[in-house]
């Protein structure tokens, strides 16, 4: 039995988890036509390598991960790609976003699946594998899983199934009947990263799970922990500090102290892969609130969500739908927007499960929001920073911190949309950092158009340095003087090679172009190589003047 460190904070919501339990999960029907984004992850999108017109089977990789922090896309049925375009994405930008449109055949045709001995694999070649094979962080920040593993002397793995989040009901669900896949799962990753020991969290609102997950866990050194309801112990860093104790540092990411957490859902897709030669191409979704028949479904990635939500039977008084649970959850506006690897529940809303808030009164600063925070901070004041567009004292107080759980709006009796405002500072924040990165470019290119300028004076003045010594060692081949002006045609030879030396030294060392878009990366690194030549033939320019020179002493 291991101590629990309580974290600061946290709320009691309505639970509402029962109503989606009540039967077992189901298989979704497969749709004719699937939609699958290229970005389902953090980092760049997949780049599609694929065209329309092209058969593709079940599990063929049609999106190719760009770049480390990005990871591949996979047919999630046999088919045909109908087109690749822009199309509505479910994304709280509300933009829409380049997809694969696939028509599928319904003969399900797969790719052929290979088992892997994940222990006979190299650390290195198994992230590679996770990776090829698109597995992210199905917990909600869809983080490309193999960075994460790339993670070396951990001390413990946490495996967050929590599921704190009112009406969620997937991992639960994936835990009561998966619990053995999911055993499978948490050993590869705990292999992955020679963890010391294993810690599952699950909220003891869950018994059935919790049993499931001990009868499976038997023999393996994983331990489960039952830890009490309360919301959000199901955010990675208030799930650490519950189970080890140990807080990740502020800015810091939680391998820095020995720690690193995964959800559930993301160690089965991991068994998936490696044990059966599966890609992520589907996931369990909770279908839940204002519906007839509320329900887990295991749905193929990009199943458009209108389709899907049909299979709970939406009330007739249903007013919209969240995509995610009702504190972070992401409003629909659009329901031909596809099931994306991080679409964990859609739920129907309507007037009484979500009465419409009250309008927003002025703070009176009664601190209730800062009791809530789980992450410590002061609302409050990221409130009144961010509202008056204060970035730099919202960054101060840690606005970055905030993991916009939502406990501060929840209990603030103002009905502040809290979270709204952090949102904006941080959106605000980002686009002011894009721009100075872009700026800083641009300063780069200004700087070596200088010095290419720069270079082309010296060379003019090497050329005329040259063309005075010739004429002086014709007119003085046979008078006395010849010897001095020789000697002053190689002097300003020489110094024209220290001025373009010192051009060469004054040039601008490249910025770091971390963050910037692959467009810019790529822009910059062509820049870097116009540099590289300019470089080169003004140090070749150099010495040869130091040879000419020699050669004259
Ligand atoms: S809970 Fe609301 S009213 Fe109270 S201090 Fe926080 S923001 Fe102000
Ligand atoms: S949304 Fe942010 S500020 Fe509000 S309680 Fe959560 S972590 Fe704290």
């Not at 029962?18 to 997949?46: C, D, F, I, N």
């Not at 770049?67 to 088919?79: E, L, N």
């Not at 799930?239 to 800015?251: A, D, H, N, R």
Request: some cysteine; proline content about 7%; charged content about 20%.
């Amino acid at each position: 039995m291991i101590t629990l460190y309580p974290f600061h904070g946290g709320i009691h919501p309505a639970e509402h988890k029962s109503e989606s339990t009540r039967l077992g999960v189901a298989v979704a029907p497969l749709p004719a036509r699937l939609v699958v984004p290229l970005r389902q992850h953090s980092g760049s999108p997949a780049k599609a390598v694929v065209s329309a017109g092209d058969q593709v089977l079940k599990g063929q990789m049609i999106g190719a991960a760009e770049g480390y922090i990005s990871s591949s896309i996979h047919a999630p049925s046999s088919g045909r790609v109908v087109a690749i375009e822009m199309l509505p994405a479910p994304h709280p930008s509300g933009l829409p976003d380049l997809a694969i449109v696939l028509e599928t055949d319904g003969e399900e045709r797969w790719i052929e699946r290979q088992a892997m001995d994940y222990r006979a694999l190299d650390p290195a070649r198994l992230r590679q594998h996770l990776q090829d094979m698109g597995v992210v962080g199905l917990g909600g920040a869809v983080f490309p899983s193999h960075v994460k593993l790339n993670a070396s002397s951990l001390e413990t793995l946490v495996i967050n199934a929590a599921e704190c989040e009112p009406y969620i009901t997937c991992d639960d669900m994936l835990m009561r009947e998966r619990a053995a896949e999911v055993v499978q799962g948490i050993m590869i990753a705990q292999h992955a990263m020679g963890a010391r020991e294993v810690l599952i969290g699950i909220e003891d609102n869950k018994p059935e799970a919790i049993a499931a997950m001990q009868a499976a866990c038997q023999g393996t050194g994983c331990e489960v922990v039952a830890v009490p309801v309360l919301y959000p112990s199901g955010s990675a860093k208030q799930l650490i500090k519950l189970l080890t104790g140990k807080e990740v540092p502020s800015g810091a990411l939680a391998p820095k102290i020995g720690v690193q957490c995964f959800n559930v859902a993301t160690v089965y897709t991991m068994h998936r892969v490696i044990n059966h030669g599966e890609p992520v191409i589907s996931r369990l979704v909770t279908l839940t609130g204002n519906m007839a028949e509320a329900r887990n479904y295991e749905v193929l990635i990009g199943t458009p969500i209108g389709e899907l939500a049909k299979l709970a039977g939406p009330k007739a008084d249903t007013t919209g739908y969240l995509m995610g649970g009702p504190m972070m959850g992401l409003p629909l506006t659009d329901l031909s927007v596809p099931v994306v690897k991080g679409t964990n529940c859609i739920i129907a809303t309507s007037k009484a499960l979500f009465p419409p808030l009250p309008r927003a009164m002025p703070c009176i600063r009664c601190t209730r929001c800062a009791q809530a925070c789980p992450a410590d901070l002061q609302p409050q004041e990221l409130f009144w920073f961010s509202k008056a567009k204060n970035f730099d004292k919202a960054q101060e107080y840690k606005l970055f911190d905030c993991i916009e759980c939502g406990c501060c709006s929840y209990v603030c009796p103002s009905h502040i949309p809290l979270v709204q405002f952090y949102r904006f500072a941080k959106s605000e924040i980002a686009a002011q950092e894009k721009e100075r990165k872009a700026s800083g470019h641009a300063r780069e290119r200004h700087e070596f158009r200088e010095f290419r300028q720069e270079r082309e004076k010296q060379e003019k003045a090497a050329r005329h340095a040259a063309k005075a010594a010739e004429a002086a060692a014709k007119a003085g081949s046979a008078a006395e003087g010849g010897d001095d002006a020789a000697a002053a045609a190689r002097k300003a030879a020489i110094q024209a090679a220290i001025e373009r030396a010192k051009a060469k030294k004054a040039a601008v060392q490249p910025q770091n172009v971390d963050g910037l878009p692959p467009e810019a990366q790529a822009k910059i690194e062509e820049i870097d190589e116009l540099r590289a030549h300019a470089r080169e033939a003004a140090e070749h320019d150099v010495a040869a003047q130091k040879t000419d020179a020699g050669q004259g002493a």
